[in-house]
C-alpha cells in the first residue's frame, strides 16, 4: 500500500427496508473527529424523530483511529456492521451514519446486521471513491542566483507549493507525496553542490 489510501469526495447515501422499518444510510468524507460529531449532531436534528443514528467511522492513511456505535441498538448489530463495510471497502478519512426508523417489528439480532450492513454497502456504493497520497513537507533554501535551477527541479516533480519568499536567501516549502519526497531532497541537495 505504501503512501496511497482510498477516501470519498461526495455524500453517498443509502436506503433498507425490512419489516416496515427504515434504514437511511448517509457517507461523507471526513478530516477529524470533530467534523465526525458536528456530522452527527446534524443528523440527529434531522431526524429527531428516529429511533437510533447508528455510525461508524475511520480516519488517517494507516486507518488506525476509529470507532463504531450501536446508538441503542442490541451490542454488535449496528455500529460493527457498518464499521465492516468501511473495512471491506478498505476506505478511511469516512463516517457512515445509518438512521433507524423503527417499523413496531423487531428483526432480531441477525436482522439488524443484515440491515445496517446492507443500508452502509448503498451508501458506499453511491460515493465516489478516491485515491489520494500520504504528502510529506520539503523546506529548501537557497541564494536567489539558483532560482532558475531550483524551479526546473520543482516543475520536473511537481511538488505543490505551500509557501515561498524571494530575497537575498529565498526559501521554499513545498509538499509532495511522501514516497518522491527523498528524491526532491536529493535533486535539491545536488544544486548546492553544483
Known amino acids: 500500500m505504501g503512501d496511497e489510501y482510498k477516501t470519498i469526495n461526495n455524500i453517498g447515501e443509502g436506503t433498507y ?3 416496515r422499518s427504515k434504514f437511511l444510510a448517509f457517507s461523507h468524507h471526513i478530516s477529524n473527529v470533530d467534523e465526525a460529531r458536528d456530522i ?3 443528523y440527529h436534528k434531522k431526524y429527531y424523530d428516529s429511533r437510533h443514528v447508528c455510525y461508524a467511522y475511520v480516519l488517517g492513511p494507516d486507518r488506525h483511529e476509529f470507532r463504531a456505535n450501536d446508538d441503542g441498538e442490541p451490542s454488535s448489530t449496528a455500529g460493527k456492521p457498518i464499521l465492516g463495510q468501511i473495512n471491506s471497502s478498505e476506505l478511511t478519512d469516512i463516517l457512515v451514519v445509518v438512521v433507524r426508523y423503527y417499523g413496531g417489528v423487531n428483526l432480531g439480532t441477525g436482522g439488524l446486521i443484515v440491515a445496517y ?3 452502509a454497502a448503498e ?3 453511491n460515493s465516489e471513491i478516491i485515491s489520494k497520497y500520504v504528502e510529506e ?3 529548501y533554501s537557497f541564494p536567489y ?3 532558475n535551477d531550483v524551479m526546473r527541479i ?3 516533480m511537481d511538488p505543490k507549493i505551500i509557501s515561498q519568499t524571494y530575497d537575498n536567501t529565498c526559501e521554499i516549502t513545498m509538499s ?3 514516497s518522491k519526497a527523498e528524491q526532491l531532497r536529493n535533486k535539491l541537495k545536488k544544486l548546492s553542490f553544483e
Open 17 to 19: 427496508s425490512e419489516k
Open 176 to 178: 509532495i507525496r511522501q
Open 137 to 139: 513537507e520539503v523546506k
Open 123 to 125: 451508501a458506499i456504493a
Open 117 to 119: 450492513r446492507t443500508a
Open 40 to 42: 452527527l449532531d446534524m
Open 145 to 147: 542566483v539558483m532560482m
Open 154 to 156: 520543482i516543475k520536473e
